[in-house]
């Protein structure tokens, strides 16, 4: 199983990213797929999830109306649009998968992570 991240950088405020998690290894529409994000000395929080099955998303209000998540299960990728940037948005976002036969949004503590992308935002 591997998740492999890409996209991550340096932007200023206000400016837009993609990130990419490219994902192999499992069936994917059997997994839900999260974006989550971490600050030295912070747990990862996560900011956004996808259904693999259903298409079913979830955004943290910290990130709704800004970023998107969408899926395309022919590539076993994820991506994560991320617009209108704030330097708090500045952290290491990771990619995790996990299937429990159900709909959540959480630490994926049992999942499959991928290596993270640092993202920067300057102001």
């Known amino acids: 199983v591997q998740l492999v991240e890409s996209g991550g950088g340096l932007v200023q405020a206000g400016g837009s990213l993609r990130l990419s998690c490219a994902a192999s290894?499992?069936?994917?529409?059997?997994?839900?797929i999260g974006w989550l994000r971490q600050n030295p000395g912070a747990e990862r929080e996560p900011i956004s999830c996808?259904?693999?099955?259903?298409?079913?998303?979830y955004y943290a209000d910290s990130v709704k109306n800004r970023f998107t998540i969408s899926s395309d299960n022919a590539k076993n990728t994820v991506y994560l649009q991320m617009n209108s940037l704030k330097p708090e948005d500045t952290a290491v976002y990771y990619c995790?998968?996990?299937?429990?036969?159900?709909?959540?949004?959480?630490?994926?503590?049992?999942?499959?992570w991928g290596q993270g992308a640092q993202v920067t935002v300057s102001s």
């Open positions: 995790a998968a996990e299937s429990r036969g159900s709909w959540f949004c959480d630490r994926f503590e049992e999942g499959y």
């Open positions: 290894g499992f069936t994917f529409d059997e997994y839900n």
């Open positions: 996808i259904s693999g099955s259903d298409g079913s998303t």
